[in-house]
């Protein structure tokens, strides 16, 4: 462990030794409370060189999942029920080649689909793992999984109900399951698609292309029919244009984003600035509802007028937050160890 984390881990061990509340009020309201919060954080480690997860999702504070890298490849789902974390690897059905997760997302206790790589062992030299896509669905207290030996690893996922619901791999392709089929939309430029986002019935998704002289992130747009590019960002030697931000996020049936300088709402057309030189993961419930958090700025909360900083919240890499009317969990990560910030309301 470098120094950088062992300082981390230090700090953070000392966090827990306290009961971290977050008394301070404004007057400014959310959904009826001010913004006092009893913060906490644990600890995900199973013990092996890396617990790394990455994605986060619940349907409720007793009822939320995270998923991500674990060394061991086995300890790599998370569960907790209100009181504590445990790990739930074991409950998906054993298959013939290794498996891993990259994100999750639902719709309630009953439905929600995770999502990764299905690793085979290549015996032809050099033996190596090849991925395809997987996807492993719970629904009503049934597993289900499906590997798409016509995609590769997956790492975005939006879903729109149960019956429908998007994908995208880290080579060019984008899937959609609906009524019970896959189909793929194939792209001839090479993208890793990292982020899907549905609003209503439009979908929209971003992707990242490393060219020869040339980084390029894009927003797509699906409307019912076909992919359409409608923005780029690019940066060269030559010229650096941000034009949208590459992290979007459907919260209350609007679209958000946060960019490297800015955190902003999709209006129309154009994007509005609602964080000047903030940027970090971001996820909410509803436009007076949304929280931040960044390892420059550590947690802050917008409540439709202004952004609030939680003082005594430690700044640490956030990967995902989830959000819910009384609560919040920020999902972290110092490289070896992850850590969830918990926030109850008082």
């Given at each position: 462990?470098?120094?950088?984390?062992?300082?981390?881990?230090?700090?953070?061990?000392?966090?827990?030794?306290?009961?971290?509340?977050?008394?301070?009020?404004?007057?400014?309201?959310?959904?009826?409370?001010?913004?006092?919060?009893?913060?906490?954080?644990?600890?995900?480690?199973?013990?092996?060189?890396?617990?790394?997860?990455?994605?986060?999702?619940?349907?409720?504070?007793s009822n939320v999942w995270?998923?991500?890298?674990?060394?061991?490849?086995?300890?790599?789902?998370?569960?907790?029920?209100?009181?504590?974390?445990?790990?739930?690897?074991?409950?998906?059905?054993?298959?013939?080649?290794?498996?891993?997760?990259?994100?999750?997302?639902?719709?309630?206790?009953?439905?929600?689909?995770?999502?990764?790589?299905?690793?085979?062992?290549?015996?032809?030299?050099?033996?190596?793992?090849?991925?395809?896509?997987?996807?492993?669905?719970?629904?009503?207290?049934?597993?289900?999984?499906?590997?798409?030996?016509?995609?590769?690893?997956?790492?975005?996922?939006?879903?729109?109900?149960?019956?429908?619901?998007?994908?995208?791999?880290?080579?060019?392709?984008l899937l959609h399951y609906?009524?019970?089929?896959?189909?793929?939309?194939?792209?001839?430029?090479?993208?890793?698609?990292?982020?899907?986002?549905?609003?209503?019935?439009?979908?929209?998704?971003?992707?990242?292309?490393?060219?020869?002289?040339?980084?390029?992130?894009?927003?797509?747009?699906?409307?019912?029919?076909?992919?359409?590019?409608?923005?780029?960002?690019?940066?060269?030697?030559?010229?650096?244009?941000?034009?949208?931000?590459?992290?979007?996020?459907?919260?209350?049936?609007?679209?958000?984003?946060?960019?490297?300088?800015?955190?902003?709402?999709?209006?129309?057309?154009?994007?509005?600035?609602?964080?000047?030189?903030?940027?970090?993961?971001?996820?909410?419930?509803?436009?007076?509802?949304?929280?931040?958090?960044?390892?420059?700025?550590?947690?802050?909360?917008?409540?439709?007028?202004?952004?609030?900083?939680?003082?005594?919240?430690?700044?640490?890499?956030?990967?995902?937050?989830?959000?819910?009317?009384?609560?919040?969990?920020?999902?972290?990560?110092?490289?070896?160890?992850?850590?969830?910030?918990?926030?109850?309301?008082?």
């Open positions: 462990m470098n120094n950088r984390n062992r300082i981390l881990s230090i700090f953070i061990t000392s966090f827990l030794t306290i009961c971290c509340n977050t008394t301070e009020s404004t007057n400014d309201k959310i959904d009826g409370g001010e913004r006092n919060y009893i913060w906490s954080i644990d600890t995900i480690y199973s013990g092996s060189s890396q617990t790394y997860m990455t994605s986060i999702w619940g349907s409720s504070k995270i998923c991500g890298h674990e060394a061991n490849n086995t300890t790599n789902i998370y569960y907790y029920d209100g009181h504590k974390w445990e790990a739930k690897s074991n409950i998906i059905p054993p298959t013939n080649f290794q498996k891993s997760y990259s994100v999750i997302a639902g719709i309630d206790s009953d439905y929600f689909v995770l999502a990764g790589s299905a690793n085979f062992l290549n015996n032809n030299p050099p033996p190596n793992f090849l991925d395809s896509g997987l996807v492993i669905k719970f629904e009503n207290g049934i597993w289900s999984t499906t590997y798409l030996n016509n995609s590769f690893g997956i790492y975005s996922l939006t879903i729109i109900s149960k019956n429908d619901f998007w994908v995208g791999d880290r080579n060019s392709n609906y009524n019970n089929e896959w189909k793929k939309y194939s792209f001839s430029q090479k993208m890793f698609f990292n982020g899907l986002v549905a609003i209503n019935s439009d979908v929209y998704a971003t992707a990242h292309s490393e060219k020869q002289t040339a980084s390029v992130d894009y927003l797509l747009l699906f409307q019912g029919v076909s992919w359409t590019i409608i923005d780029s960002n690019i940066t060269s030697g030559q010229i650096i244009r941000n034009s949208f931000p590459s992290l979007i996020k459907n919260i209350g049936g609007q679209l958000y984003g946060s960019s490297d300088i800015e955190v902003v709402k999709k209006e129309g057309n154009a994007w509005v600035v609602i964080g000047e030189n903030l940027y970090g993961q971001i996820n909410g419930t509803n436009a007076n509802n949304i929280f931040l958090g960044s390892q420059d700025f550590g947690v802050m909360h917008y409540n439709g007028k202004n952004w609030y900083k939680f003082n005594e919240v430690p700044h640490l890499n956030y990967f995902d937050i989830v959000v819910f009317d009384d609560s919040v969990f920020l999902l972290a990560t110092d490289g070896i160890k992850s850590y969830i910030v918990k926030g109850f309301k008082q």
